[in-house]
């Protein structure tokens, strides 16, 4: 487990692991022009459920970084550093072990430090092969760099970058369906080609690197960024979009993966019935540029992830909304109106 922290550490941090502190020198930041930090804190939910079932817990730091992490490059922030947190009613130094392993694993993909943590056990409280995992991390990104919906113009590009399966949200939802259907988590999924168990628990993708990397390329172009978790597509989207703007997002520009039509089939619903609760195959949306969107998104998909446009965002007041149900603005942000419309694509994207 050590081994795999210091992975994660570069000259700037000091002190190694142990202490009651991390400690990170920010030496570097004194070349900011007016340097902001970004900071976000979030856990796994109740996906730590089907690890502690399965007795697999390699995956669920990846859960937890990417929570966490991903929500910092949404304004354009760089991550410095990062630190975890686990409740649990027995240390069990081998399971502990593993999740640490994995938050530092995925701390070293996307370029976070992981300075410090913390593993307290709660007896009476928690069962004994029950734990809870949660993170905080902070970044740094120049005030003039900031992304956001300020940024946001009329006629910009809407596109989609596809998840790795169900992330970390909806679970609650998934465990219901299955209990309900009577099926447990070493059951086959004939359809998804593996136990239900090793399908829930794929790890969130990671979407850090790619976008720092695409904002620093395209500078400029890339106004605004969204991550898909709670609420689903259409709220995260209207987050970043300025009061007034409106999009709609075209349901059959994409296929949603076979575990999120499964899950439907067994609930018997439909996949539009769980769009506030499931990302159903988009794990972030970026508002572009339109003449820069064609190579944002070739650049994107040639680095390894899926990307297409679903949309465009209508701020012109000539451009008036339609009528219908709009999802306007989310989580106390007075943002822009955003509504899915069309059918699913039965087919891979």
């Known amino acids: 487990?050590?081994?795999?922290?210091?992975?994660?550490?570069?000259?700037?941090?000091?002190g190694g692991v142990g202490g009651f502190a991390g400690l990170f020198d920010a030496s570097a930041l004194l070349g900011y022009r007016r340097p902001l930090l970004a900071s976000s804190t979030d856990g796994v939910g109740t996906k730590v459920a089907i690890a502690q079932a399965i007795d697999k817990h390699d995956t669920i730091g990846h859960d937890l970084v990417g929570m966490v992490v991903d929500d910092i490059v949404v304004v354009g922030a760089k991550p410095l550093f990062m630190t975890d947190y686990i409740a649990c009613g027995k240390v069990v130094p081998e399971r502990i072990a593993d999740i640490v392993r994995?938050?530092?694993?995925?701390?070293?993909?996307?370029?976070t430090a992981l300075v410090g943590g913390e593993t307290a056990e709660h007896p009476?409280?928690?069962g004994v092969d029950d734990y809870d995992v949660a993170g905080a991390a902070t970044g740094i990104v120049e005030a003039d760099r900031i992304l956001g919906s300020e940024r946001v113009q009329d006629g910009d590009v809407v596109l989609a970058l596809a998840s790795s399966g169900l992330h970390s949200n909806g679970y609650s939802l998934v465990r219901h369906i299955l209990a309900k259907a009577g099926i447990g988590y070493g059951d086959r999924a004939a359809d998804l080609g593996?136990?239900?168990?090793?399908?829930?628990?794929?790890p969130t993708r990671l979407y850090t690197t790619p976008l720092l990397a695409l904002t620093d390329r395209f500078d400029g172009a890339v106004h605004s960024l969204s991550h898909v978790t709670g609420g689903g597509i259409a709220a995260n989207l209207a987050r970043v979009l300025p009061r007034g703007s409106w999009a709609e997002i075209d349901r059959s520009t994409w296929s949603p993966a076979p575990v999120f039509r499964v899950l439907s089939d067994l609930a018997g619903t439909t996949l539009e019935s769980s769009e506030g609760t499931w990302n159903l195959g988009i794990g972030f949306l970026a508002v572009v540029d339109a003449a820069a969107a064609p190579a944002i998104a070739a650049a994107l998909t040639e680095?390894?992830?899926?990307?297409?446009?679903?949309g465009t965002v209508r701020l012109d007041a000539a451009a008036a909304r339609p009528a219908g149900d709009f999802e306007q603005g989310a989580k106390g942000v007075d943002g822009g109106a955003v509504r899915l419309v069309g059918a699913y694509a039965d087919g891979a994207n």
Do not use: F
């Not at 994660?8 to 000091?14: A, I, K, S, Y």
């Not at 593996?194 to 794929?202: C, H, K, P």
């Not at 680095?303 to 679903?310: A, E, H, P, R, S």
């Open 1 to 14: 487990m050590k081994s795999a922290v210091r992975a994660t550490h570069g000259p700037e941090v000091l």
């Open 102 to 111: 994995g938050i530092a694993e995925a701390c070293e993909l996307t370029g």
């Open 124 to 126: 009476g409280l928690l």
């Open 194 to 202: 593996t136990t239900w168990g090793e399908a829930l628990l794929t």
């Open 303 to 310: 680095g390894g992830i899926d990307t297409w446009q679903v």
